[in-house]
C-alpha cells in the first residue's frame, strides 16, 4: 500500500470518527470509554496507594477521606484496587479479540478462498463452535488451563474465534468473484498477495465492527469468571475476583461489592454505546422510509 | 417441510460432537500429567500404569476420544475423585434444581421481553421506548452475579423480604430466577422491538392499512408474528445465556445445583466430574437450539422450503 | 352533469424532515367521476404515491395532510374519523400496489388473507360461505385452480398471479373506486397485458371506478379516460386522453411526449428535458417548471400560473395560456 491510499485510509477514518462522535450514543460511548482507559492506564498515578498493601487494621472500613472507596477484608484500598482493575478488563478487551482474530481470521480465509472440502469441513466447525454459549466454551477452557490472566484471555479467544471466521469467510467469498481480483491475477500477483493485499483490508471493517459489539461481552466473562475464581486471581485486582472477595462480606461492608460493580456497569455500557454507533456508521444502512 | 428437519436433526451431530470434544479436552489440556492430577502424587507406581491403561491414555488421541464419546452418549463420565460416586448419579441428582431455574429464569425473561419490545416499538422513539431501553440496557450492562448479589443486600438482607440463599420451597426461587430474567432481558426485549418496528416498516403493512385493517389486528395478528421470528431465534442464543447464567447465580445464591457442583469440582479438580457436568450443560443447548429451530420452521413457511 | 365520484381540492401533503419540510403534493386538483378510469402520469418523486395514500389517508409519519378536500361520494374524508376511515379503507376505495408479493403478508396463506377483508368488510363468518366467496373472487380475477391457489404462500406465487391476488383482496367489498398504484410496472409485458385487460373488464362489467397511477404513457393510453400529468406535487395539466396526448398543452406535458421514441418516422436525435427534477425541500419560485421550460417567461418565475380551462376538460396551469 502506498502513501497514497494510506493517507486515504486515514482520512476515512478520521471521517468516520467525527461521524461517531456526532451521534448521541457515539458522543457518550467515546467519552465514557476514553474515561475508563485513562483510568486504566494511568492507574498507578491515580491510585492514592497500592493496591497490594494490605493494613490489616484497616480492615472492611467504609468510604472515608483516607479511602475514598473504602477498604477490603485484607485492609487494602479498594480505589486503588479498583483503578488498577480496569486494566484487566482493558486487556481482555484487546487480547482476547486478538487471541480470537488470531485463531479465526486465517481460517475463514483459508475456508472461503480455497472453499470445496476443506471449507466444508471448517464450515461445520465453526458452526458447532458459533451454536454454542461462549461462557461455556471460555468456562470449560479456564477449567482446563488453570486460572490466571493469560489461561483467561486464551480461553475466551478460543470462545470467540467462530464469529471472526465466519465473518472473514463471507468477505473472501464476495471478493473472490470480483473481476479486480482476475485482473490482479493477470498481472502476476500470487495467492498470498491477493489474501493480503487485496481480501484481508475489505475484512478490517466488518471485523472491527464485530470486535467493538463483542468486547463488552468478553470482559463480562472474564468478570464472572474471575468471580467465580477460576480467573484472574487475588491479589492481582480484577473486578470480577474485588467483587468475589466482598462477597461474604456483603452485608457489613456492601461497598466492596458495590464500587467495582459501578465501573463494571459503566464500562459496559459505554462500549456498548460505541459500539451501536461505530456499526450504524461503518455498516451504512439505506435510511428507511423513502417516499 | 421434512427435508428441514432432516438437515436440522442432521446439524445436532457435530455440536455433539464439538461438546464432547470440548468435555474431552478438558482433561488433556489440564498442565501435567492426566494420571497423576487424577491419583494424586502419593499412589503406588502400579496404579499409574493401571489407569494409564485403563483410561487408554496410551492409545492414539483419536482412539480416545472414540472412547469417550462412547461413554459420554452412555452417560458413563466414570467416578468422582472424591467420592467416588458414580459422575452420572451426582449430575442427576443435582439435575432438577437447576432446571427449574433455567426454566423460571427463561419464563422470566420471556414473558417481561414481549410486552417491553412491543411497548417500546408502538411507542416508538418517545419517552416510554427511551426508558424501558434503558433499563434493559442497565439491567445488561450489570452483570448477573452483581445484580444477584445487589439484590440480596437490599431483598434479602436489608429487607429481609426473601432468603438469603440455600434451597427450598418457592422462595428461594424467586430472587435468583429473577435475578437470571432480568440479566437476560435486554436482547431479547430489543429483538422483539426491532423486529417489530422492522416489520411494520415492511411494505405489506401499507397494503393491510389500506385494506382497512384496525391497527391491533396489524401490530398483534401481522407484525408481532413476524417479530416473533426474530424472537425465537433468539430463544436458541438466550438458552445459551440462561444456561451459562445459571452457573454463575447458582454459585451468587449457594442453590445446590450442577453449577455449584461444577465449581467445587473445577476446585477441588475433580475432572471426572468436570467433564461430565460440561457434557451435560452443553447437551442442554444443543437440544434447546434444535427446538427452537424447529419453532422457527414452525412460524415462518419460507424458511421450510430453503 | 352527476356529482363527481372523487373530487380533490388543494390537496397539500407534507412531509417533516429533519432536512426541512418536503412538500410531496403540493396544492393537488383531480375529479373522477363515476364509471371513469383516470391515469395520474409523471415522473417517479412527483408526488403519484402519496397522492394516493391521502386519499386513504394511509401517509406514513412524518407525512401529514395539511390542506384540502377530499371529497368522495359526497363526504369530505378529511373530516371523517379513524374508525370510520377504516370501513371506507378496502371498503368503497380499495388500493392495489406495484409489487405485489410484497403486498401480500408473507406468513399467511391466500385463502386467510381473502378471508381476513371478507370478515371484515362483509361480515361474513360462516366459514362455507366464506370459502365459497374465496372462489368466486379468485374466480374473477381469471385465476386458474382457485381450490389450489388459496392455499398458496405469497412467496410461491408469479408476480402475475400475486397480482391479480392483490385485485381479489381489494374486489372483496366491492368497492366504488379503485386505487391502482403502478400496478404493472415490476410484471412482464405480456402478464402486463392481461392484468390491464383484467382492469378493464371489471370496469366495465362491474361500473368500476379505477385511479391509475403509472410513470408509463402506454399503460395510461391502454386503459385510461382521463388523465391528469402531474410535476413537483402539482396536477399541471389534465383532460381526456385524446387531448392531452394529442394535444398537449403544458411544456412539460410536451416533453414528456417527445421523450417516447416514435416507431415510425427517423428521429435524429432523442429530445430531453433539460435539467432535472427540483429538491423537493425547496422547490423553485412561482410555476415550479420555470428552470427547465423553454418558453420560461418572467411571470414565470415569479407568480404561480392559475389553472387555465382551454375546453371542457382540458386545463392546465401554465402562464401561457392565460
Known sequence: MNLISKSYYAWRFLQNLKLIWSRKDGKAGMLITAFIVLIAVAAPILSPKSPYTQVLEDKLKPPSLQYPFGTDHLGRDLMSRIFHGARASLIVGVFSVLVAIVIGVPLGLIAGYYGGLIDQVIEVITSAFWSFPTFLIALAFAAAFGPGLQNVLIAIGVAWWAGFARIVRGEVLSLRERRFIEAVRCLGANDAQIIVYHILPNCINPLLVYSILNIPSMILIEASLSFLGIGIQPPHPSWGNIIGSGRPYLREAPWIVMFPTAFLALTLIGLILLGDAVSNVLNPRLRRRMI | ?306 | MSQPLLLVEDLKTYFYLPEGVLRAVDGLNLIVNRNEIVGIIGESGSGKTVTALSILRIVPPPGRIVDGKIVFDGENLLEKSEEEMMKIRGGKISMIFQDPISSLDPLYRVKDQLSEVIRMHRGLTDESEIKEEIIRLLSMVKIPDPDRLMNAYPHELSGGMAQRVMIAIALASNPLLLIADEPTSNLDVTIQAQILELLRELHERRGLSILMISHNFGVIAELCDKVVVMYCGEAIESGSLIDVFENPAHPYTKGLLSVVPKLHGVSKHFETIPGSLPNPLNPPSGCKFHPRCPKAMNICRKVKPPRCKLNRDHVVSCHLYT
Open chain 2, 1 to 306: 417441510m421434512r427435508e428441514y428437519l432432516v438437515k436440522r436433526f442432521l446439524m445436532v451431530i457435530p455440536t455433539t460432537l464439538l461438546a464432547v470434544f470440548i468435555s474431552f479436552s478438558i482433561l488433556l489440556l489440564t498442565p501435567g500429567d492426566p494420571v497423576l492430577l487424577l491419583l494424586g502424587p502419593k499412589a503406588p507406581p502400579e496404579a499409574y500404569e493401571k489407569l494409564r491403561a485403563e483410561l487408554g491414555l496410551n492409545l492414539p488421541l483419536h482412539v480416545q476420544y472414540f472412547r469417550f464419546l462412547c461413554k459420554a452418549l452412555t452417560g458413563d463420565f466414570g467416578k468422582s475423585l472424591y467420592t467416588h460416586e458414580p459422575v452420572i448419579t451426582m449430575i442427576m441428582d443435582k439435575l432438577p434444581k437447576t432446571i427449574e431455574l433455567m426454566l423460571a429464569g427463561m419464563l422470566i425473561s420471556m414473558l417481561l421481553a414481549i410486552p417491553f419490545g412491543v411497548i417500546s416499538a408502538i411507542k416508538q422513539g418517545s419517552i416510554v421506548d427511551r426508558v424501558l431501553t434503558s433499563f434493559s440496557l442497565l439491567f445488561y450492562a450489570t452483570p448477573s452475579f452483581c445484580i444477584g448479589l445487589i439484590f440480596i443486600y437490599f431483598f434479602s438482607m436489608k429487607l429481609r423480604i426473601f432468603p438469603v440463599g440455600g434451597s427450598g420451597d418457592i422462595r428461594y426461587l424467586i430472587l435468583p430466577a429473577l435475578v437470571l430474567g432480568l440479566s437476560g432481558l435486554a436482547l431479547p426485549s430489543s429483538l422483539v422491538r426491532s423486529g417489530l418496528i422492522d416489520a411494520l416498516s415492511q411494505e405489506f403493512i401499507l397494503s393491510l392499512r389500506a385494506r382497512g385493517l384496525p391497527e391491533r389486528t396489524i401490530v398483534y395478528k401481522h407484525a408481532l408474528r413476524h417479530a416473533l421470528i426474530s424472537f425465537i431465534t433468539l430463544l436458541g442464543l438466550n438458552l445459551g445465556w440462561i444456561v451459562g447464567g445459571s452457573v454463575v447465580i447458582e454459585m451468587v445464591f449457594a442453590r445446590p445445583g450442577i453449577g455449584t457442583l461444577l465449581m467445587t469440582a473445577i476446585r477441588r479438580r475433580d475432572y471426572p466430574v468436570v467433564q461430565g457436568v460440561i457434557f451435560m450443560l452443553s447437551f442442554f443447548v444443543v437440544i434447546g437450539n434444535l427446538i427452537a429451530d424447529i419453532l422457527y420452521a414452525l412460524v415462518d413457511p419460507r424458511i421450510r422450503y430453503r
